[in-house]
């Protein structure tokens, strides 16, 4: 069975202190690792997408990173408006179809 | 502007009464899904659709419906709600290519509370 785990649940840094998110992951052929941030009462919003072992992708003060058993979500110099929950899903690659699975999220305060 | 569209926003039901949460996307995006998001459990699949006329069954479909008839839309139906079913819903869409999903855009998302 696929599994996504996130650590730490709940996350609180000060401004300007970095630090990263982990994502460990099980699953039978990795298809993508996607990584979403979802502010309170809102949709997920996508922030990347990793597809193979050793692949990195950088947005504004996120980097995500990807080996065969987890990824990371590295937060750079954070600030107030990066509080948010970010969530790991990972899709398995098959011969047919095949969900998305999530995991429970880590919700990142960021303090002035 | 591209985006997910869910109808209705907020929906308080009883139980046993037939009801229908509206997805529509403007994106021409072939894949569309929708998850019910649990507080500790996160954000679980319901049903998935790779195009029109073609669903499966996610993690917890049991007392869902779903139809694809239209590429655009994607509702979820509930033929005989029950207090366990109240949740945070939310849809989906995203382009499916040949390396599978790529960015999905999500819905503001559907509170129903079945009393």
């Known amino acids: 069975e696929d599994q996504v785990t996130q650590s730490p649940e709940a996350l609180r840094l000060q401004e300007g202190e970095s630090s990263s998110l982990n994502c460990s992951y099980t699953v039978s052929g990795l298809r993508g690792l996607f990584w979403y941030r979802q502010d309170p009462g809102k949709g997920p919003e996508f922030l990347f997408t990793l597809y193979s072992a050793g692949e990195e992708k950088e947005k504004e003060r996120l980097k995500a990173t990807l080996t065969k058993k987890e990824s990371f979500l590295h937060i750079t110099a954070p600030k107030p408006e990066d509080s948010a929950t970010y969530l790991c899903a990972v899709q398995a690659r098959n011969s047919g179809n095949t969900p998305l699975v999530f995991g429970k999220g880590t919700r990142l305060s960021v303090i002035a | 502007e591209a985006q997910v569209t869910q109808n209705p926003r907020y929906l308080i039901t009883v139980t046993g009464k037939k009801l229908t949460v509206t997805c529509s996307q403007n994106?021409?995006?072939?894949?569309m899904s929708w998850y019910r998001q649990d507080p500790g459990l996160g954000l679980r699949q319901i049903y998935y659709s790779m195009n029109v006329e073609v669903t499966d069954k996610g993690d917890v479909p049991e007392g869902y419906k779903v139809s694809r008839k239209e590429k655009r839309n994607f509702p979820l139906i509930l033929e005989s709600p029950s207090p366990n079913q109240t949740s945070l819903y939310f849809c989906?869409?995203?382009?499916?290519?040949?390396?599978?999903?790529?960015?999905?855009?999500f819905g503001q998302g559907t509170r129903l509370t079945v009393v």
């Open positions: 994106m021409n995006h072939e894949y």
């Open positions: 989906a869409s995203s382009p499916w290519t040949a390396r599978g999903n790529t960015e999905a855009f």
